[in-house]
């Protein structure tokens, strides 16, 4: 019979929920008899073992759970589809372990039988009739089961709540046990707000400003404790995304996610280079052993088309290899003429568990981009954005082609000691043409142009390596984390300059000219090597948890112009770590404090050549947890103190936006608060504000003591889903979000005046048609709305402006079988 899983089966018996299994350890049967604890110690099965499973999906998580305890296990498949377990690692009792792995799903679990459990939706419990099986280890095929039930469950909401990360400390960590704001996007977000860009990914987390440079489909932009965090930020699988000096990044396809977590403040310590603000660990869609069948059509405004699908299971041929294929096909206008937004993106992956100690996975992607190279207004003198764009359809698009091929490769040889390898090539190649305005003429109907182009190729090889060891001495447990990793980026761009003909403002003769190759006037290399060795050690003393992360790197940057002939080559070499104490509380408060450094070794020079400094620095952070008994609801709160030295920013000299200059000294200073949950009942949501007190404390004297542009103090956002569960409006989904941007100043002098706050609204609708019917089991459609209003407000940051975005209307029609 379709739709239900059997690791094995048993008969049906007692109910456990979540939440008894995580506070009492012990599970009572609801309508009387002994306890599933009670069972499980008269079969002798009552014993504390080792469990190291990973954050993934349920499916996977569940399967690893059944070969660790030989116990049973059935559910129905409806009960996986993507969702992600946060994974259990620690000393155990089989049915505290499952509670943990189960943790913010909103599944429960009830023991059928001293060695088999049967899971359920915890909202809506089920009956299964009995299923006699002779013998322990029943391999009788799903259809093939007699008297089966199949159980379906309308409108399960998306969940927005994680209970771990693996980001925080490269281990698998409950988010209240880590030192630091770690704030996870999962995969039913993701879906709430059918999220199209990185940028939107994280718009709703806490400490991140978004919209900086306006309406922007190059690149993926965003700032997290007031610092951009684009260049050297963004991660993924544990590996750093390769980074350019000018155009060229790794755009992220959100649909190719399981989800992702935002770090806020340095994590040097364990990663290396990274963004002082903070850092953004993107989890790549993985094989699962149960069957994905998706497909999903959208359609927009700006004449938005886009296919979607996503397929994964096991190979029928042998059982110990499971795939995944995902991609994405998109043809898009945009709200800017002679702009485009279109993808090609396809990701396979696959996984081989030759035992359940060895796992390979194995990850690719292959993505094509296309937008314009600039979407940019000219800017008067006196920093007026008029209506007059530099875009035009005879020379302005922006051509990327990335791919990466990579694998993680872990092994456990006990309970106590397993290793891990990570590995990544990447690839890159960009072409970005683009005009510029240079001026208007004395009588306002004409604009002189120059055209541009850019050309830029990226190689990178990452490799992190990683012993994982869990030991005990006496009261006091230790997680001991040893690392030593490698990264290897070429870049090589050109640069291209020349005359174009003059616009007519008065006849708007856009694409009407023929537009000429500009020359080359440059053509620059950058090298970078970096090696590192970093020692993590959680150590558990009672309620205390106290973390230590130390780093060493060794950097070697070699740069030069063949065009000048000139070369540069700079050797730097740092230690970074962290400290951080939590304390535990029996009531489910974790008070913490922690301080940590932070080296960034820059790749890419100035538009004079003169290679980038070294980014270092500095935090300190206090902060409170909090997640309740049921575990639906974590709050969090930090303050934090942030010191930076040479930071990347806009040159505003550059009209073309495509080179940076270095900062002086900068000072952050604030704090945050944010809350998550799913509260049941269909009701889940999510929270934050930021209050951000910045300013630059050395450097040009026309900019110390003032606050960088484009920094607001004050940002909140909230979302709150819910979907209908009974009555005449189950299957009905809805969402509804509201983004607070506060004023900042558009210029680094404060001299400029100032941007408008933002007031920005988001709204989801969706319908669930197996509502209606059994038959159209798995059919959604859906409507998302951005910029609700359609509040159109000019964002300026190094005194150059930039139009935001206006409203995005989407409808997609998702089928699942």
């Known amino acids: 019979m379709k739709g239900l899983h059997l690791s094995h089966i048993a008969p049906a018996g007692r109910r456990i929920t979540l939440s008894m299994a995580l506070t009492l350890g012990i599970v009572l049967s609801p309508v009387g008899g002994r306890s599933a604890l009670a069972q499980q110690s008269a079969a002798g099965k009552a014993r504390v073992m080792h469990f190291d499973i990973a954050q993934q999906p349920l499916g996977a998580a569940l399967q690893a759970f059944s070969r660790r305890t030989g116990m049973q296990v059935v559910y129905t498949t409806q009960i996986e589809t993507g969702v992600v377990s946060p994974g259990v690692r620690g000393e155990y009792e089989a049915t505290i372990a499952l ?155 959100p649909y190719g996610l399981d989800a992702l977590s935002v770090i806020n403040g340095p994590a040097s310590a364990i990663y290396g280079t990274s963004g002082i603000g903070g850092l953004v660990d993107m989890v790549s869609k993985r094989p699962t052993s149960q069957r994905i069948n998706e497909v999903q059509f959208q359609v927009g405004n700006y004449s938005r088309y886009q296919g979607d699908f996503d397929f994964g299971g096991t190979l029928p041929s042998d059982k110990r290899f499971t795939y995944r294929l995902t991609g994405v096909f998109r043809d898009s206008n945009t709200q800017m003429p002679a702009v485009r937004d279109n993808r090609i993106y396809v990701a396979p992956a696959f996984t081989f568990r030759p035992d359940d100690k060895t796992r390979l996975t194995v990850l690719t992607a292959f993505q094509k981009d296309r937008t314009g190279g600039t979407m940019f207004n000219y800017q008067t003198n006196e920093g007026v954005l008029t209506n007059i764009r530099y875009a035009d359809p005879k020379w302005n698009t922006f051509d990327s082609t990335t791919y990466r091929l990579g694998y993680e490769l872990e092994h456990r040889f006990t309970d106590f000691f397993a290793v891990q390898q990570n590995f990544r090539y990447a690839h890159g190649n960009g072409n970005a043409k683009y005009l510029y305005l240079t001026g208007l003429s004395d009588d306002g109907t004409s604009a002189t142009r120059r055209a541009g182009q850019v050309r830029e190729q990226l190689n990178s090889v990452g490799l992190d390596n990683q012993a994982k060891f869990d030991v005990r001495s006496g009261p006091v447990a230790h997680k001991i984390l040893f690392g030593v990793d490698y990264l290897f980026t070429d870049y090589r761009t050109s640069y291209a300059d020349g005359a174009a003909p003059s616009l007519d403002l008065v006849s708007q003769n856009y694409g009407k000219q023929a537009i000429s190759q500009p020359s080359v006037y440059s053509i620059a290399h950058s090298g970078q090597t970096q090696a590192g060795v970093y020692l993590q050690d959680q150590i558990r003393y009672n309620r205390w948890l106290l973390t230590l992360s130390g780093r060493h790197d060794w950097v070697s940057t070699n740069s030069g112009n063949y065009y000048s002939h000139t070369s540069q080559k700079q050797n730097d070499q740092a230690f970074s770590g962290r400290v951080g104490l939590t304390y535990m509380s029996a009531i489910g408060l974790a008070p913490y404090a922690s301080y940590s450094t932070v080296f960034n070794p820059t790749i890419g020079q100035t538009k004079e050549g003169t290679p980038f400094r070294p980014i270092t620095g500095n935090q300190y952070e206090v902060g409170m947890k909090y997640q309740t008994p049921d575990k639906k609801v974590l709050l969090t709160g930090a303050a934090f103190d942030i010191h930076q030295n040479h930071g990347l920013t806009t040159d505003p000299s550059d009209a073309t936006g495509t080179y940076q200059i270095q900062r002086g000294k900068i000072r952050s200073r604030g704090f945050e608060v944010s809350a998550t949950g799913d509260l049941g009942a269909g009701f889940s949501f999510n929270a934050s504000y930021t209050y951000l007190d910045m300013v630059e404390q050395s450097g040009d004297a026309s900019v110390v003591g003032k606050i960088p542009s484009g920094i607001p103090r004050n940002v909140a956002n909230g979302w709150i889903d819910h979907t209908f569960q009974s009555g005449p409006l189950r299957g009905l989904g809805t969402g509804f979000g509201i983004r607070y941007i506060g004023s900042s100043y558009r210029g680094d002098s404060n001299a400029t005046g100032k941007n408008k706050s933002q007031f920005l609204m988001d709204a989801a609708l969706r319908y669930r048609f197996e509502a209606i019917s059994s038959q159209l089991k798995g059919l959604q459609f859906a409507v998302n709305l951005n910029n609700l209003a359609n509040r159109q407000i000019i964002t300026c940051q190094s005194d150059f402006c930039y139009q935001n975005m206006h409203r995005s209307v989407i409808g997609s029609i998702r089928y699942n079988w």
């Open 99 to 253: 509670g943990h792995l189960l943790s913010g799903t909103g599944v429960a679990f009830r023991l059928t039988g001293a060695n088999s459990i049967t899971l359920a939706p915890a909202t809506a419990p089920i009956t299964l009739r009995p299923v006699r099986v002779g013998g322990a280890m029943m391999r009788q095929p799903v259809d093939e089961v007699p008297h089966a039930e199949q159980i379906t469950v309308i409108g399960t909401p998306p969940r927005f709540l994680a209970y771990a990360s693996h980001a925080g400390t490269k281990t698998d960590t409950p988010l209240i046990e880590i030192p630091q704001t770690v704030s996870v996007v999962t995969r039913g977000q993701l879906d709430a707000r059918n999220v199209q860009t990185l940028s939107d990914a994280v718009s709703y987390s806490p400490g991140v400003r978004t919209n900086v440079y306006g309406f922007s489909p190059r690149q993926d932009q965003f700032i997290i404790r007031g610092f951009d965090v684009t260049s050297y930020g963004e991660f993924r699988d544990g590996l750093r995304q390769p980074v350019a000096g000018s155009l060229l990044s790794f755009r992220t396809e």
